[in-house]
Structure formats: C-alpha cells, structure tokens
C-alpha cells in the first residue's frame, strides 16, 4: 500500500506543471463540476415539480439520448485524430450534414407516425407535445459533440470545461424559473435553452479557434467521407447498443408502469450514479495512462488493478452500507417526503450500481491491452441480456428491479471474469519474455 501511494505522489508531482496535467484537470474538473450542478439542483427541482413530470422527462431524455448516437454516424470522432485542420474542419461540416440530414428524416417519421410512436413509448398524454422537439433536441445535442470535439483538437479544454458548467447553470436556473411558476413544462425548456446556448456559444468559439467554411470543398468532403468510415461501419452499433442498453430499463417501466415510477427510479440512478461518475472519469484518465505505459514496456499491471478494486470494492460496501440502512431516510430528507419510495428503490438498485461502478473503471484494462473486439461483443451480450426484460409479464416494481439486477450482475460477473482471464493471459505473455 505504502509503494501506491508513493507512486500516486511520484506521478502527480511529475505531471503537475505539464500541459497533459493541465488539460486532464480541465476536462476532468469541468466534468465533476457540470455533474454536480443538476445533482446539487435535484433537492430543490424535487419539491417544485411531481414524480410524473421528472417520469416524462426521463423517458423524453433517454429517447432523445439514442437518437442523438445516430444523427452523426459517428463521424465526429475523426475530427481530433484529422492529418490537417482543413481535413478536420471538413469532418466537422460532414458531421453536421449527417445530423441534420437525419433530424429531418427523424421529424418527417415522427409527424407521419406519431400516434403509434406515442403508444410504443408510452408516452404521457400531459406532456405528449415534447414528442414534438425530439429531432430539434436530438440535433442540437449531436452538433455541440461535434463542436466540442474541434475544441478538443485544439486543446482549448477550459472551454470545453465551461461550456458544460454554463449548459447545466442555464438549463437548471430555467427549470427552477419555469418550475416556481408552476409550469409542467419547465424541465423539457431547461433542456432545450440550455443545448441551444451550448450551441451557439460553442460556435463562437469554434471561429475563435481558426475554424472557418472555407477550409470546406465537395472534393475534401468525398475524401474525408471515404477516410473516416471506418466510424459508421465498426462504431455506430456498439454504440448505439451501450446508450440503449442505458435507456431500456427506463422505457419498460414506463410501459409496464407508469411515468411516476419512471421519476422515482430516475431518482435513483441519479443519486447511485454519482460515484461511478466523479470517481470513475478521474481514475481512468490517469489509469489509462500508467497501464498503457506498463504495457509498452512489457511490466506487470496485475498489481495495480489488485489495489485499484481494493479501493472500489471497500467505497462500494460502503455505500451499500449506508443505502441500505438510510436509504429511504436519506432521499425524504434531502429530496422530500414524498421522495422516500426513491430510497426504497435505491436498496435493490444499489447492488447493481457498485458492481458497474468497480468494472466500469477496471475496464479501461482492455483498452490498454487493446482488447476492443472484447469489449463490443460483451456489450453486444449485454443488450440481448436487458432486452430480455421486454418478455416479462405482469410483475410488481420492485420484482422488475430484482430481474432488472440479477440480469446486471450476471453480466457484469462475466465481464469480471473476461478481464481477469485477459490480463492473467498478459501476464503469462510477459512472463515468458523474462524467461
């Protein structure tokens, strides 16, 4: 243990004044902060807007989320790794036809077929007119990524940092406005005002950071179209599989319930994800980082990932620990009486959430070994496995959320079992090579 924290201090000390340090702490910093601001907002937003309302809204955000995957085609990863700027620049305007080209196709089926959509979905008839903006929202989320990854390109991370601070500060000062006047809309506008001055904010930027349409030909579009389709052909799918897998759960409660048990199960993932999303996105940029290097130079790695699962093993217990013993105390409190059904949830939800949380961050080892192919066919096991919840029949909540578990942690026991066999295998390989 002693030799860790050593190694902690050694690497935060070698990295402190470089611009890598810099730009982790921007982007890492700047995602904590933008995670925070709607959890902070949650105690407040709880108590002025009802369990159905936060229901419609989930349903509306995890359709709005899936959408958002296939607008680009995924074009938009191609910008930072680009030879040029004008190779970069033509990705960029590429990206953003693809997006726009599918938004409409998206409005067009969704005018045409919009009863039939609204019974599949489920959708509440009280806030049915949301249907409506899905392309809009959908397209506005999918041109700031493209966007943002331009920024990225340029190392501009402090604005990309505030960029995601001031979407969440608008989009929570607009709900909390709309919400104390009683208006059931409230969350839906927070959203769509706070995606649209991510936007135009982000495009001036963008000019500020050399980019400009003249760099954009129809013969530079045909080439970076050919180039980059490697991103449409093997990453679209796992993709577009991993933000479905996220969003299923939400959707067969709604059909199977009702939006309000959608807005108490919301609740919950919200507050149970929070570690998975400070802790997990700050150990695994700098994990990566010291298991790649170890893997270049043919080191062991199994001893870092021994003390790494220690560490989340014990945070997990913990607060299992304490889910289970003031959950339902702990979400009246801080969110409201009539919130404490959240907690209730929260103790079945818990087990799920700690296990994904240990192998979320422990996974960034098959990306250092480069082990992709291994990564999407689990996820593509994955979405089968929850798919399988589409099947059940007339079944209580809280029997939903026990399948809805017991399916998580098989999966993710596998994907355990998959990592310790992939880095046992390294470790057989470079222990050859000593010999």
Sequence with gaps: MRNNVKWIIELVGKYRGSDFF??????????????????LLQPILRRIYTPADFGAFAIYFNVMSILAVILTLRYEQGIVIAENDVEAANVISLAGMFAFIFSCLIAIILFIFFKNIQILLHFPLTHISWLYFLP????????????????????????????????????????????????????FFGDIIGNLINVISAIFQVRRKNFTMSFVSRV????????YSHF??????????????????LLFINKLFDPIQVGY??????????????????????????????????????????????????????????????????????????????????????????????????????????????????????????????????????????????????????????????VGKYEKQIAGLKE
């Design 265 to 422: 199960i919301d609740l919950s993932r919200q507050v149970l994800a929070v570690p998975l999303a400070l802790i997990s996105i700050t150990i695994g940029q700098v994990l990566l980082q010291r298991l790649a290097q170890k893997r270049n130079n043919n080191l062991s790695i199994s001893q870092d990932l021994k003390v790494l699962f220690y560490g989340l093993g014990i945070t997990a217990v913990l607060e299992i620990i304490i889910i289970l013993f003031f959950g339902e105390s702990l979400f009246g409190i801080v969110f409201g009486k009539s919130w404490a059904i959240s907690g209730s949830y929260s103790k079945i939800l818990v087990f799920s959430y700690s296990v994904k949380f240990i192998m979320t961050t422990l996974s960034i080892a098959f990306i250092a070994l480069e082990k992709i192919k291994l990564i999407a066919i689990w996820q593509i096991s994955y979405f089968c496995a929850i798919s399988l919840l589409a099947f059940v029949g007339k079944i209580t909540v809280v029997q939903f959320l026990g399948l809805y578990v017991a399916i998580e942690l098989i999966s993710y026991s596998a994907y355990f079992v998959l990592l310790v066999k992939t």
């Design 136 to 187: 809009l929202s959908a397209f506005l989320f999918s041109i700031y990524d493209v966007f943002n990854y331009w920024l990225i390109r340029k190392k501009a991370f402090k604005s990309s940092a505030l960029n995601k601070i001031s979407r969440r500060l608008v989009e929570g000062g607009v709900q909390a406005f709309f919400g104390f006047r009683h208006n059931i809309y409230g969350l």
């Design 220 to 227: 530079n579009l045909t080439a970076v179209l050919k180039r």
């Design 22 to 39: 810099r730009n982790v702490f921007h982007l890492v910093s700047g995602t904590t902060i933008a995670q925070l601001i709607p959890i």
């Design 232 to 249: 449409p052909k093997y990453n679209l799918v796992p993709t577009l599989l991993n933000a479905a897998s996220l969003a299923l759960p």
